[in-house]
């Protein structure tokens, strides 16, 4: 069944228990005109009024003989056209004022009048009437001003609106245009720095921003705590009135991708202030000073906004380009220590992380980023000082320091006559007004921040937006295929959310994205499972490269791969199979990929022998089934074993001893010492040291056990070698189908059971492993047995552990 879901209805989980905030209402959903403040509604009338009002007082000055009433009955004659232009808009803010109370008297103009000009202004581009707008708005005041002066001095329109500067300025004693030629050069330079301090900033009013709460999915726990700092920003007497005060900054760090822009553009929807938006490259400038003052005239903006709305929200993203003043002299992220090799750069290859779980594949890869060593601490300030251009600091000298001012800084008085004429007449400025200031930040960088940026009264809260359990999974995947046609199941998004463990709201959107694009390539309108799975293999692998291996490399590729998958299977429960290919990519020749069949936060030792026993098997099965021969392709799994055995026995306390290697090697005891730190030993010393010997004993003795796991399971190997073959990609179910001897899901296990089938498969990797030590062609052809064994469509490639 095709499921849609229609506008304007509910996508569910939207329905808020007694007590919680619920969302504010959109402006689309009014039954009546949204309200207007009372400036906005007498501000021309003001003008208007005003300007005859000049015209009248003018009058009067040229005849001082004339009464009053006689000049309001001149003014009315003569200059009664403004007269009418203000009773025009005192009638339309009648109509606004009654649009604002009465909903059938909106929707008669707004639905039968007013529709089709509606329609035809949508159809512009937003920038063009914005922009046309303006100068409509600036063009009608500057009419009324020239027209009033051209009255005032008896001059036609068009030469007063010549001679308007010029009467201007001779009206000035001498001394002031001295004064002014002054400001005008002083004004080249300050102007010069006003536009360098422009652009990175954006502001959003209320009526802009049509995210709310309901357009986050999975991320409940956090959205509950971020609602909890709303109270207090709408009603600040609940808190302030019992001796405390509104937290002021929130922090959202996690993962990319997760929902931390989306987050603060739906707080700033949901409470109907401006939003401004910070670029993480605002404050990156050429010249040194403005830094400062983008962020003085940040801030400026900020109080008018907070002052004039009842509040403002401002969001810095990607708030690790702010610098840290410490943050180049510290090492950084990562110490600017030189690369570690990385787990798949080896010589070419399995794919050394793809086959272990996502916790054992995160630490290799931090590792193979983040340090030289297993223990040295990132960026020790006294081995090494990197001088950051310009002192540190993302924005430049001085520019987080005034940020840090801004944020929590002296409350001084603010305003020209609150400063200095009430000083100079002996009066105390009056204090400034209490802003309404919420600061958001988000980064996935959290340790690039300066430390005095995050303390309280700056950054009060700070909340991890990592990623989506599984049930915030299947609400994400829900909300998005909501907004298309599909043939999806309950049953078939809940397995889609347990095969993508560690996806986010974007990779999300971006997998439903491509799997429409997939049905539309197709011809079809709704998307189905095959669209779906296609989409993820193209996400997690990329697509394959067309190539094709000799008899012999395939033959070897294939035994490597389910080498990794048999073991995975035998030994391995807290992973599930997700998919094993010999299909090249770019980075590798074959995978076999698995996924967590639940959210699992803690690992055990015996876990990790399994990960390692997986590592060492495509070596073991190598030697075993070439004849004590072994490729380069693993490379990459031993570095992975080699690096968790050393983690087990240095660190995790998961080896023969105690002591945290970390410590000991920081301090330059029990391990050599640190390389180059005077010790004068290398790599290789360390290797032979008592550490060194323990690895290597327990990695030689997982390697025994791994030995003999693969000579009992040969024949299991043999066949899910022959499914590769056969088939290019076969997904975890059919392995399974394969090693049990039963029907899967797409190929029949049972074959590869039969007594021929043994008979067959050793008889044709005798005569691979001869073609491979004579690096000649294979002297038969691959087997195929029976109809169950037909190549599998790449419909059914899945890789759900993210490499």
Same mark, same amino acid.
């Given at each position: 069944?095709?499921?849609?879901?229609?506008?304007?209805?509910?996508?569910?989980?939207?329905?808020?228990?007694?007590?919680?905030?619920?969302?504010?209402?959109?402006?689309?959903?009014?039954?009546?005109?949204?309200?207007?403040?009372?400036?906005?509604?007498?501000?021309?009338?003001?003008?208007?009024?005003?300007?005859?009002?000049?015209?009248?007082?003018?009058?009067?000055?040229?005849?001082?003989?004339?009464?009053?009433?006689?000049?309001?009955?001149?003014?009315?004659?003569?200059?009664?056209?403004?007269?009418?232009?203000?009773?025009?808009?005192?009638?339309?803010?009648?109509?606004?004022?009654?649009?604002?109370?009465?909903?059938?008297?909106?929707?008669?103009?707004?639905?039968?009048?007013?529709?089709?000009?509606?329609?035809?202004?949508?159809?512009?581009?937003?920038?063009?009437?914005?922009?046309?707008?303006?100068?409509?708005?600036?063009?009608?005041?500057?009419?009324?001003?020239?027209?009033?002066?051209?009255?005032?001095?008896?001059?036609?329109?068009?030469?007063?609106?010549?001679?308007?500067?010029?009467?201007?300025?001779?009206?000035?004693? $001498?001394? $002031?245009?001295?004064?002014?030629?002054?400001?005008?050069?002083?004004?080249?330079?300050?102007?010069?720095?006003?536009?360098?301090?422009?652009?990175?900033?954006?502001?959003?009013?209320?009526?802009?921003?049509?995210?709310?709460?309901?357009?986050?999915?999975?991320?409940?726990?956090?959205?509950?705590?971020?609602?909890?700092?709303?109270?207090?920003?709408?009603?600040?007497?609940?808190?302030?009135?019992?001796?405390?005060?509104?937290?002021?900054?929130?922090?959202?760090?996690?993962?990319?991708?997760?929902?931390?822009?989306?987050?603060?553009?739906?707080?700033?929807?949901?409470?109907?202030?401006?939003?401004?938006?910070?670029?993480?490259?605002?404050?990156?400038?050429?010249?040194?000073?403005?830094?400062?003052?983008?962020?003085?005239?940040?801030?400026?903006?900020?109080?008018?906004?907070?002052?004039?709305?009842?509040?403002?929200?401002?969001?810095?993203?990607?708030?690790?380009?702010?610098?840290?003043?410490?943050?180049?002299?510290?090492?950084?992220?990562?110490?600017?220590?030189?690369?570690?090799?990385?787990?798949?750069?080896?010589?070419?290859?399995?794919?050394?992380?793809?086959?272990?779980?996502?916790?054992?594949?995160?630490?290799?890869?931090?590792?193979?980023?983040?340090?030289?060593?297993?223990?040295?601490?990132?960026?020790?300030?006294?081995?090494?000082?990197?001088?950051?251009?310009?002192?540190?600091?993302?924005?430049?000298?001085?520019?987080?320091?005034?940020?840090?001012?801004?944020?929590?800084?002296?409350?001084?008085?603010?305003?020209?006559?609150?400063?200095?004429?009430?000083?100079?007449?002996?009066?105390?400025?009056?204090?400034?007004?209490?802003?309404?200031?919420?600061?958001?930040?988000?980064?996935?960088?959290?340790?690039?921040?300066?430390?005095?940026?995050?303390?309280?009264?700056?950054?009060?809260?700070?909340?991890?937006?990592?990623?989506?359990?599984?049930?915030?999974?299947?609400?994400?995947?829900?909300?998005?295929?909501?907004?298309?046609?599909?043939?999806?199941?309950?049953?078939?998004?809940?397995?889609?959310?347990?095969?993508?463990?560690?996806?986010?709201?974007?990779?999300?959107?971006?997998?439903?994205?491509?799997?429409?694009?997939?049905?539309?390539?197709?011809?079809?309108?709704?998307?189905?499972?095959?669209?779906?799975?296609?989409?993820?293999?193209?996400?997690?692998?990329?697509?394959?490269?067309?190539?094709?291996?000799?008899?012999?490399?395939?033959?070897?590729?294939?035994?490597?791969?389910?080498?990794?998958?048999?073991?995975?299977?035998?030994?391995?429960?807290?992973?599930?199979?997700?998919?094993?290919?010999?299909?090249?990519?770019?980075?590798?020749?074959?995978?076999?990929?698995?996924?967590?069949?639940?959210?699992?936060?803690?690992?055990?030792?015996?876990?990790?022998?399994?990960?390692?026993?997986?590592?060492?098997?495509?070596?073991?099965?190598?030697?075993?089934?070439?004849?004590?021969?072994?490729?380069?392709?693993?490379?990459?799994?031993?570095?992975?074993?080699?690096?968790?055995?050393?983690?087990?026995?240095?660190?995790?306390?998961?080896?023969?001893?105690?002591?945290?290697?970390?410590?000991?090697?920081?301090?330059?005891?029990?391990?050599?010492?640190?390389?180059?730190?005077?010790?004068?030993?290398?790599?290789?010393?360390?290797?032979?040291?008592?550490?060194?010997?323990?690895?290597?004993?327990?990695?030689?003795?997982?390697?025994?056990?791994?030995?003999?796991?693969?000579?009992?399971?040969?024949?299991?190997?043999?066949?899910?070698?022959?499914?590769?073959?056969?088939?290019?990609?076969?997904?975890?179910?059919?392995?399974?189908?394969?090693?049990?001897?039963?029907?899967?899901?797409?190929?029949?296990?049972?074959?590869?059971?039969?007594?021929?089938?043994?008979?067959?498969?050793?008889?044709?990797?005798?005569?691979?492993?001869?073609?491979?030590?004579?690096?000649?062609?294979?002297?038969?052809?691959?087997?195929?047995?029976?109809?169950?064994?037909?190549?599998?469509?790449?419909?059914?490639?899945?890789?759900?552990?993210?490499?």
């Amino acid at each position: 069944m095709i499921k849609r879901r229609r506008p304007g209805e509910s996508n569910g989980n939207l329905a808020t228990a007694p007590g919680e905030r619920g969302s504010r209402i959109r402006d689309e959903d009014r039954a009546t005109r949204k309200p207007m403040a009372w400036w906005d509604r007498v501000k021309i009338l003001i003008l208007l009024i005003g300007g005859w009002l000049i015209l009248l007082w003018s009058s009067m000055a040229q005849n001082p003989l004339l009464p009053f009433n006689d000049a309001v009955n001149i003014g009315v004659r003569s200059n009664g056209w403004l007269l009418v232009l203000a009773g025009i808009e005192l009638l339309r803010q009648i109509h606004y004022l009654v649009s604002e109370r009465s909903a059938g008297y909106h929707a008669f103009w707004t639905k039968r009048v007013f529709a089709g000009v509606e329609r035809r202004r949508a159809g512009m581009n937003d920038w063009n009437r914005f922009r046309l707008s303006r100068v409509f708005k600036w063009l009608l005041v500057l009419l009324i001003i020239d027209l009033i002066f051209a009255r005032v001095a008896g001059l036609p329109p068009a030469v007063a609106l010549v001679q308007l500067p010029v009467a201007l300025f001779s009206a000035l004693p $001498f001394f $002031f245009q001295m004064f002014t030629y002054i400001f005008i050069l002083i004004a080249q330079f300050g102007a010069l720095f006003y536009f360098l301090s422009r652009g990175g900033v954006d502001v959003y009013f209320p009526d802009d921003i049509k995210t709310r709460f309901s357009d986050v999915w999975g991320q409940d726990s956090v959205l509950a705590k971020i609602k909890e700092n709303l109270v207090f920003l709408d009603d600040p007497e609940s808190i302030e009135s019992k001796g405390g005060y509104v937290p002021g900054g929130l922090l959202l760090w996690g993962p990319p991708g997760t929902g931390k822009t989306l987050m603060a553009e739906a707080v700033a929807g949901e409470t109907g202030k401006p939003y401004v938006f910070v670029d993480p490259g605002a404050f990156i400038n050429m010249f040194m000073g403005v830094g400062i003052l983008k962020v003085k005239s940040l801030f400026r903006k900020l109080r008018k906004l907070a002052v004039r709305y009842g509040g403002v929200i401002v969001f810095f993203d990607e708030a690790d380009s702010l610098g840290n003043r410490g943050a180049m002299a510290q090492g950084g992220w990562g110490g600017g220590q030189g690369m570690a090799p990385s787990a798949w750069s080896t010589n070419p290859p399995c794919n050394g992380l793809s086959y272990l779980s996502h916790d054992s594949a995160s630490m290799l890869m931090r590792d193979s980023l983040g340090g030289s060593g297993y223990g040295e601490p990132r960026g020790g300030i006294k081995d090494r000082v990197i001088m950051g251009g310009m002192g540190g600091g993302g924005g430049g000298m001085g520019t987080l320091q005034a940020l840090l001012t801004e944020l929590s800084g002296l409350k001084k008085p603010r305003g020209f006559l609150n400063r200095v004429v009430r000083r100079a007449l002996g009066m105390r400025p009056k204090p400034p007004p209490k802003y309404r200031i919420l600061v958001m930040m988000a980064t996935n960088m959290p340790q690039a921040l300066d430390e005095a940026l995050l303390r309280p009264g700056r950054i009060d809260r700070i909340y991890k937006v990592g990623y989506p359990s599984k049930v915030g999974r299947v609400r994400t995947y829900q909300g998005y295929f909501d907004k298309v046609a599909h043939e999806l199941t309950e049953e078939e998004l809940d397995k889609l959310a347990t095969i993508t463990p560690y996806a986010t709201g974007a990779t999300i959107k971006d997998l439903v994205n491509e799997a429409l694009i997939n049905a539309i390539r197709d011809g079809r309108e709704a998307i189905t499972w095959r669209d779906v799975v296609k989409a993820k293999q193209l996400k997690d692998l990329g697509p394959p490269e067309d190539v094709e291996y000799i008899e012999r490399e395939r033959h070897a590729v294939a035994i490597h791969e389910a080498c990794h998958a048999v073991a995975a299977y035998r030994i391995r429960q807290h992973l599930t199979i997700d998919i094993a290919t010999i299909e090249k990519g770019g980075t590798y020749l074959g995978m076999v990929a698995s996924i967590p069949p639940e959210d699992q936060f803690t690992r055990w030792r015996s876990e990790y022998e399994a990960d390692i026993m997986v590592s060492l098997s495509s070596l073991v099965g190598e030697r075993v089934f070439f004849d004590g021969d072994s490729s380069s392709g693993v490379s990459g799994d031993l570095e992975g074993a080699t690096r968790i055995a050393t983690l087990m026995e240095g660190y995790w306390g998961m080896g023969s001893t105690v002591a945290s290697h970390g410590v000991t090697h920081e301090v330059g005891i029990g391990g050599g010492g640190r390389p180059g730190k005077g010790e004068g030993k290398s790599e290789h010393d360390l290797l032979e040291s008592g550490l060194g010997e323990r690895i290597e004993s327990n990695l030689a003795g997982l390697l025994e056990r791994t030995e003999g796991l693969v000579r009992d399971n040969r024949l299991k190997i043999l066949a899910v070698a022959h499914a590769l073959e056969t088939s290019k990609t076969v997904t975890g179910e059919d392995v399974e189908a394969i090693i049990e001897g039963r029907k899967g899901p797409l190929l029949d296990g049972t074959i590869y059971g039969s007594p021929e089938f043994a008979e067959i498969a050793e008889d044709y990797h005798r005569k691979a492993l001869a073609a491979h030590q004579g690096h000649s062609d294979v002297k038969a052809p691959l087997p195929v047995f029976g109809r169950g064994l037909e190549p599998v469509g790449a419909h059914n490639m899945t890789d759900a552990d993210g490499h």
